[in-house]
């Protein structure tokens, strides 16, 4: 089945740099566009990042310039590179793919911005 694992999260000063790893499973990795999303308290979810299966990236306006979207295609691993974080990007991320009309998300990992 498909599996995500998102690794990485954790606790940063204003400013810093963290990277997040998906590790997936369960599907043809090279084929599919995944997406990297985060829900901070009270909030909804939201879209930070997308890479399409040929690498053509999106992101959200409140993190362009700060963050890059990758994939390995040998590791079957999507990144997200965050640098000069900020308080408002605390929040659980999770990694997310769509297989046949259905979401697949990870578990997700905690991203604290604190001085």
């Known amino acids: 089945q498909v599996q995500l694992v998102e690794s990485g999260g954790g606790l940063v000063q204003p400013g810093g740099s963290l990277r997040l790893s998906c590790a997936a499973s369960?599907?043809?990795?090279?084929?599919?566009?995944m997406n990297w999303y985060r829900q901070a308290p009270g909030k909804q979810r939201e879209l930070v990042a997308g890479i399409t299966n040929d690498g053509r990236t999106n992101y959200a306006d409140s993190v362009k310039g700060r963050f890059t979207i990758s994939r390995d295609y040998a590791k079957n691993t999507v990144y997200l590179q965050m640098n000069s974080l900020k308080p408002e990007d605390t929040a659980v991320y999770y990694c997310?793919?769509?297989?046949?009309?259905?979401?697949?998300w990870g578990q997700g990992t905690q991203v604290t911005v604190s001085s």
């Open positions: 369960g599907f043809i990795f090279v084929v599919n566009a």
């Open positions: 997310n793919t769509n297989l046949r009309g259905l979401s697949h």
